[in-house]
């Protein structure tokens, strides 16, 4: 059964950082791309970037272009995303989500909540 | 930057087939796919490269292409169907993912 579970979440100052992780397993972590998404409260899918099965390709949303660093640890099944800069509009509900072709995500991890408020 | 458009809302009775439209330039070229999000909950994909169903999926969920619209319908529509579905794609040089802003199904 492939499982993607979030972790890193929480409540962070304005201008803080926090870092993410999605542990993979059920399938081959290293033939995936992957992508982290989020969802503001009552808003929603915005995606925020997308790294390829050897981490040698990112892109990144506008919104979060040189706040946000995407990477993958292979050897141990897991993404990650390093948030610095944070601002209240980052907000959301933050899912890691698989993608077999570079074009399309098939799974959805449940989420981690980022809450960034003074 | 590129955008998909999806209408806001879209209702039906008990039965009925719902049709949810998903337009954008690129999607003559590129594959979209469909997400079924209900209150609370992860997504789920329904429809991915425009047409193809994920095993589980009910096979009243049915996914077409033409030209720079994509369309989710839902046959037979139930109770259980109501939720928020966003298309998914990427824009034409295949670099940027870009998702829709959503249609709320609304099953009357």
């Known amino acids: 059964e492939v499982q993607l579970v979030e972790s890193g979440g929480g409540l962070v100052q304005p201008g803080g950082s926090l870092r993410l992780s999605c542990v993979a397993s059920?399938?081959?972590?290293?033939?995936?791309?992957m992508h982290w998404v989020r969802q503001a409260p009552g808003k929603g899918l915005v995606w925020v970037s997308r790294i390829h099965y050897d981490g040698s390709n990112t892109t990144y949303a506008d919104s979060v272009k040189g706040r946000f660093t995407i990477s993958r640890d292979n050897a141990k099944n897991t993404l990650y995303l390093q948030m610095n800069s944070l601002r209240a509009e980052d907000t959301a509900v933050y899912y890691c989500?698989?993608?077999?072709?570079?074009?399309?995500?098939?799974?959805w991890g449940r989420g981690t909540l980022v809450t960034v408020s003074s | 930057s590129y955008e998909l458009t999806q209408p806001p809302s879209v209702s039906v009775s008990p039965g009925q087939t719902a049709r949810i439209t998903c337009s954008g330039d690129?999607?003559?070229?590129?594959?979209a796919y469909w997400n079924q999000q209900k209150p609370g909950q992860a997504p789920v994909v329904v429809i991915y490269k425009d047409t193809e169903r994920p095993s589980g999926i009910p096979e009243r969920f049915s996914g077409s292409s033409s030209g720079t619209t994509v369309t989710l319908t839902i046959s037979g529509v139930q109770a259980e169907d109501e939720a928020d579905y966003y298309c998914q794609s990427v824009d034409s040089s295949g670099t940027f993912v870009v998702f829709g802003g959503g249609t709320k199904l609304t099953v009357l």
């Open positions: 690129a999607l003559p070229k590129q594959y």
């Open positions: 059920g399938f081959t972590f290293t033939s995936y791309w």
């Open positions: 989500a698989r993608d077999p072709y570079g074009e399309g995500v098939d799974s």
